[in-house]
């Protein structure tokens, strides 16, 4: 037998399972959230590679704060991108979506919008005191992290 869905077996020793149509949303949200968070990871990225410095430049700050400040961007860019790959990890894990997974999905957008969100708004506006929000999105992506130990199939026995 050929799968022509995902969630199609080719065992015939084994049942074909369609996913619930919560499982199914579930899942749709979370590629919409990861695509989201995976393009604008690559378009900020891009402006921070190419028309930051000459932005900031022009906004009149010196050659030392303008590569601290591309310095900062660029950690914000840099930890976006790799947790947009979380968010599509989680989106696309043969887990049967629990509390935990969305508490963890919630934790991984509320890390980017507070880390990175804040170091993209410091570094665009100047404004250091943005750097006292961006440990709350460490810390939000800490606990998320450190959930995926409590997580596991609700499929198994185990």
């Keep these: 037998m050929t799968p022509t869905k995902p ?3 080719n065992s015939p020793s084994e049942p074909i399972t369609t996913p619930t149509e919560t499982e199914s949303s579930v899942g749709r949200t979370g590629m ?3 695509g989201l968070a995976g393009a604008s990871a690559v378009g900020i990225g891009a402006f921070g590679a190419h028309g930051l410095p000459n932005f900031l430049e022009q906004s009149g700050l010196d050659p030392e704060t303008v590569a601290r400040r591309v310095d900062q961007f660029e950690t914000g860019a840099r930890y976006h991108l790799a947790h947009a790959i979380v968010l599509l990890a ?4 043969p ?10 999905r919630a934790l991984m957008v509320a890390g980017l919008v507070f880390f990175s969100g804040s170091l993209y708004v410091l570094v665009l506006t100047n404004t250091p005191v943005m750097g ?3 440990p709350i999105g460490g810390v939000c992506w800490i606990v998320g992290w450190l959930m995926f130990v409590g997580c596991r199939d609700s499929s198994t026995s185990r």
Excluded: K
């Excluded at 989680?90 to 894990?93: K, N, R, S």
């Design 132 to 134: 006292a929000i961006t």
């Design 95 to 104: 887990m049967r979506w629990s509390g935990w997974l969305r508490t963890i």
């Design 32 to 34: 919409i959230i990861a």
């Design 90 to 93: 989680l989106a696309v894990a």
């Design 7 to 9: 969630y199609e077996t």
